[in-house]
Structures are given as C-alpha cells and as structure tokens.
C-alpha cells in the first residue's frame, strides 16, 4: 500500500540507487539519479521563495528530465502544470493565462514568451540537475494539496485545468497496484502517451510507485511506422499502456505477436472505445496476455472501472463493457433530474470518491456545472452515458454532446461507430455529421481505412459495406449516406482518432 507517492519513489532510490526507472530506447537512468536531480531542483525552487502551493508550469516530451522535474516540483511543495512539446503556440499562451503560474521550466526550449512568468531555460535546468544537494522533503505535496493540473483539450472555448490531488492519485496508484489488475512485480511499462495526457499517469504512475522502469517511445518514433515497427520489439516489454488507436495501428503489423514480444503480458486501455474486433484481434495475437478495458474522466483521475477482457466476454458482450467500479468509487446512472436509473436503462454516468477532482483551476462557474451536490454528496457529473446491468459491469452509451438528430432520429455517434468496426471490410471507421446552412445534420458521413479488399471501385466496396450493415443489428437510419476512403484517420496528440479534425473538413 502506497501511503506517499513521494517517499515511494524515493525509497527505491535509498534502497536500491542502480535500479532503472526510465529507459528511453537504450539510454537509462537510476532512481538514483531520479532522488538527485529531483532534490537538486526543490532545493532551488525553495530558494525562488515562490508563492507556495502555486503551480509551475512544465514544457517538454517523452524524457527522463520530465519526470524529475515533476517530482522536484512536488518535493518543494507545489502542482506541476505539464505541456508537451507538440502543442499549438496558442495553446501554451493560453495556459500560462489560465493557470498563472509562480513559474516555468523549460525542460525542452520553448517555443514563446510567456509575459512575466519567470522561466528556467534548458540550460538553467541542466546545471540544476548537475548538483547534489542533501534535501529534507519536509513541506512536499500531500493530502488534499494539488499534486498536477491536466488542462483537457477544451472543445467549448478555453481549455479547463484539472486539478488532481495527491489523495485523488493515491487512490488511483494503489488501485492499480491492487490485485485488480495483478501487475507483473518491476514491470517495464511502455511509457507512449505524453505527459500532459492523463493516460500517461497509468503508465508512470504504478510503474514508478513500484519500483519498475518506464520504457519512453516518443512523438517521432510512433509517427514514422517504418521506425516505430523496428523500435518496438527492441523495448523488452511486459506492461502495454495506450489508447485503443495506437495499438490498432501496431496491429497493422504482422510481428506485432506473442513470439516477437515474449514478455508482454498485460495491455491496458483507457482514453477512449475498445472496440470488439480490437480486442478479437489482440486476443488471437497474445493468446497468453490479459487485455484490461478501463474508464474514467481526467476528473475522477484517469479511470475508475476496469473488466478484464476474456474469451467469455468476447462471446457475451458483442459492445465491450466498460468494467466493474473500483471498490473505493460510487458510480450511478440516472436520469436529467439527476435521479437513480434501474439497472439496465440507460442514463448520465455519476462519479464520486477519493479520486475525483476538487475541480477547475480558476473557474469557479465550470467546477459549479460539472460537480454537483446529490444528496448531500458532491459528485461529477461525467457527461457519458452508460448503462449499469444486473452483474455490476457497466457499459459505455457514447457522450451526452455526440448525440445528433438526423430525420428526426436521435443517433449516437459512437453507436455509428461501433457498428462500422465490427464491418469485416472497415479497418478503422468514424461517422461524422454534414450540417445545412440551417446549422441542421443534413447527411452522416463516413471516413474509412478500408481492410485489404478485392473490389474494383469504391461504389463496390461501398455497396459491399452497406449490406453488410443492413443485414446486421445497425437500424437503417444510422447507416451514413456517403462513405470516404482514407489511408488513414487523423489523430489527436493524444493518440485518439480525432474526430472533431474530420468534422471541421466535413463542413469546411
């Protein structure tokens, strides 16, 4: 049971300084190195005398220097506020707006001026790192202090800055450290998702509280295919952390199988739909692995439900469920009135418990809409809809905001987007609403990576796809009136398909 996340990572320093906590393809270090560079940097944030408990923002990739200065950062008692590398100019600007941080650290050069934010160069930092000091981490985060801040992509005006406690990710640290998941001991862990995602705590949060080594793969390495099919089976690794599409693309790999990867023994999936012919796919390429499905918000701390995925649920469950609740966490499903549904209807999706967020950093009237009183409890509201069956398991309905109205009818988008998955021609597949100048769904349209086929033409391949869906359990209104061939689907920086990208170009 971990009890401080802090004192866990720095007791494997004490007792074991050699053991590896970071391996960025070949190019290691230490916990060792870890305690001494993240108290050479609390040593010098306390000389700063910043505002204490204000946040610092932290700009950089996929590297060792990262996770030091986040952990220098708590050590001296402030939230780091994490910004990776790939983000829009506007986008940090906007942060350091939002967040007003007493500072930031450029562990990679940043790309702007950030006003009167006083700034820690790359340069600044390396000499930083260069000295040994002999620091007392007496006034770290800790309890309800905030630990990070994940600003989420914001797709209604300015991003929100999710404040995450070192209670909440405790809670979260030892639940997947529980037997629920039954974690190999020293895992190596595939470090993919960056760090300004909150997937990424799945990854180093119970890999470092535990005492393994994170295996980083950066931006440049996945995006290129020829580099990233060559890199991976070099990585050595038993943990597997990513959203359902990035390993969708690694399944376009033939090699991507049990005999290349002897050691990969648990894939973990959180951030958005595990569809069924995924995990079909997965199943048959690691006959041996255990494939965990989870859910959850950034604001209940990356995920609060998890089933694992068996040959039985396969056969049961033709939509994945989302999992079980975590035994510290309380999920209901309920209605617009906000009042408990019975088991099997379908309704918004409630959170509360030790993991969820006491809110939005600054924004006092967004933190009031989405976390709620019921009952006397506060609770959040996940803006998911989900059903809760008679077993417990819950199942993912789609968002509240992807619903649309075509005809009349009310489509779920996701629902679409199952459908089209489990097509024998469809590789990957997203439906997206045309709208009028009314601003009305006047056509659904379909973007497809079409699987290897033997058609002709597209019109039969189209024709093809659409009987299929017909003679299946998709309702003839949800079946998308044009489809669009694509090599592939763009994705966000977060490793989702980005769908709100193709929606844009639909209405361009």
């Excluded at 379908?346 to 030790?354: A, D, K, T």
Aim: aromatic share 8%; charged share 20%; hydrophobic share 40%.
């Amino acid at each position: 049971m971990v009890r401080n996340m802090i004192t866990a990572m720095d007791q494997w320093a004490l007792n074991d300084p050699e053991r590896l906590a970071y391996d960025d393809l070949g190019h290691t270090n230490t916990y060792g190195e870890l305690k001494q560079r993240s108290d050479a940097l609390a040593a010098h944030l306390d000389q700063m005398h910043l505002p204490a408990h204000a946040p610092i923002m932290v700009y950089g990739g996929q590297t060792f220097d990262m996770m030091a200065t986040f952990l220098g950062i708590v050590k001296s008692g402030h939230a780091y506020v994490p910004i990776d590398t790939h983000s829009p100019l506007e986008r940090i600007t906007t942060i350091n707006e939002i967040a007003e941080p007493a500072a930031a650290i450029a562990v990679s050069e940043l790309p702007t001026t950030l006003g009167e934010t006083p700034v820690i160069t790359p340069t600044q930092l390396e000499q930083i790192f260069s000295q040994s000091v002999d620091y007392q981490v007496d006034h770290g985060v800790s309890g309800d202090e905030t630990y990070y801040i994940i600003f989420t992509s914001g797709t209604t005006g300015k991003p929100k800055g999710v404040q995450i406690s070192h209670t909440n990710l405790l809670s979260y640290v030892n639940w997947m450290l529980s037997e629920d998941f039954d974690l190999p001991e020293r895992p190596r862990t595939l470090s993919q998702a960056p760090y300004s995602f909150d997937l990424s705590v799945m990854d180093w949060g119970p890999t470092l509280a535990g005492g393994g080594t994170l295996v980083a793969l950066s931006k440049q390495v996945t995006d290129n295919f020829k580099m990233l099919f060559e890199t991976l089976p070099t990585m050595d690794l038993n943990v597997w952390v990513s959203t359902p599409s990035f390993v969708d693309i690694c399944l376009m790999e033939p090699t991507f199988d049990a005999a290349h990867y002897p050691n990969l023994s648990r894939f973990l999936f959180c951030g958005e739909e595990l569809t069924h012919a995924t995990a079909v796919n997965l199943h048959q390429r690691f006959p041996e692995a255990r494939i965990f499905n989870t859910y959850g918000p950034t604001e209940t701390t990356v995920a609060v439900t998890q089933v694992e995925i068996t040959e039985q649920i396969l056969a049961d469950y033709p939509r994945l469920p989302i999992g079980f609740t975590k035994a510290d966490t309380d999920i209901q499903v309920v209605d617009e009135q906000l009042r408990p549904l019975p088991a099997g209807t379908e309704g918004e999706i409630l959170i509360s418990g030790p993991s969820m967020s006491k809110g939005y950093l600054h924004n006092p009237e967004k933190t009031a809409k989405a976390f709620v009183t019921v009952n006397g409890q506060t609770v959040y509201r996940a803006g998911d809809l989900g059903v809760q069956l008679g077993n417990g398991l819950i199942m993912y309905r789609g968002r509240t905001d992807f619903q649309i109205k075509l005809h009349g009818y009310r489509i779920e988008l996701e629902e679409v987007n199952h459908y089209l998955s489990q097509e024998a021609h469809i590789q990957v597949g997203v439906a997206v609403p045309r709208y009028d100048r009314n601003h009305k769904v006047s056509q659904l349209i379909a973007w497809i990576v079409p699987s290897t086929h033997e058609f002709d033409t597209d019109l039969e391949l189209t024709k093809a796809i659409k009987e299929n869906l017909q003679g299946g359990d998709m309702m003839e209104y949800m079946i998308p009136q044009r489809f669009v061939y694509k090599e592939s689907l763009p994705m966000t920086p977060n490793g989702k398909v980005d769908i709100k990208s193709i929606i844009a170009e639909v209405n361009h």
